[in-house]
């Protein structure tokens, strides 16, 4: 049994996948149970008649780029283009020829070509993605599979990013539930530093660090291919990981059975952050190997996602230095979160 808060010193813990330092500090939070949201996510209910996400709106959106079921006006799951893309997806000048001197002295220019996507989850302006049956979740995955591919038919792109921000405290500017995709001409740099420390990881023990995640006293719950901890270096409090049992590097390896299998254990996963923390505002991140990866680089690269509850702000301590101070040790958040059963 774990002494209590007060008498728990502060620990300093290393993660062996983002190479991050963090600081767990109990003195600067209360029991974990007491940890919920004071600002829980709004009902979606708001705006339900000017949402153009909504089914019978479509004309609204931005251009559509394919639907579930497709060729349907009944459709489960739309994948359409940011109507405010924080790329172009219009091709400019050679970006070898846009470089000046001044760049290469201080950066490099690239032209701002890319794609950015939006996933929309549901045609039902009040339901959100864990009121899907596991098999509505898959589709939902399922889009994302399939967007990804076509975009790594594209050379110019590396790396497709897939998050969802849901409240507006996590970024979210429409309450329809949905999620959003970037393709990037780039592999942006934290995804450079986690795969350098898989590496590292790799040559040091000849194991994938994901393949061996920490589980004593951090598992939450678990499926056929599928597991859901707290990480043993946990970034922020109750952040939560679901990480494939099989080794897969890529996302888009998914296929129909995994899907649902996935969509089921992400629902349990929602379901429980919503019920013990109050409906909080959310992240997810899909953390996936870049497209054009080497084979050599395949024994130690690992999808996984990453879900974080938002409770507490990232200040100028965390923006200095990388390392963040979490007041809830991951072996009290698996305890609270694993302490609801839920049934689906």
Known sequence: MAPPIESRRPELRKDSVTNRWVIFSPARAKRPSDFKSKSPAPSSSDSLQTCPFCIGQEHHCAPEIFRFPPQNSDWKVRVIQNLYPALSRDKGLDSSTSLSSDSLLWGCLLDGYGFHDVIIESPLHSVHLSDLTPEDVAQVLLAYKKRILQLAGDDS?????????????????????????????????????????????????????????????????????????????????????IVPRDHVPHFHELDQETAVDLGGLLKVTLMKMSLQLNKPPFNFMIHTSPLQALDSDLAYSHWFFQIVPQLSGVGGFELGTGCYINPVFPEDAAKVMGEVNISI
């Open 157 to 241: 792109i590396k790396y497709v990013q897939v998050f969802k921000n849901h409240g507006a405290s996590a970024g979210a500017s429409m309450t329809h539930s949905h999620s959003q995709m970037v393709g990037l001409p780039v592999i942006p740099p934290s995804v450079s530093t986690r795969l350098d420390s898989m590496k590292q990881y790799f040559n040091q023990t000849g194991k994938c660090s994901i393949c061996h995640v920490p589980t004593k006293d951090l598992l939450v719950d678990e499926s056929v291919h599928f597991i859901s901890v707290v990480p043993y270096a946990a970034s922020f409090p109750f952040e939560l990981w």
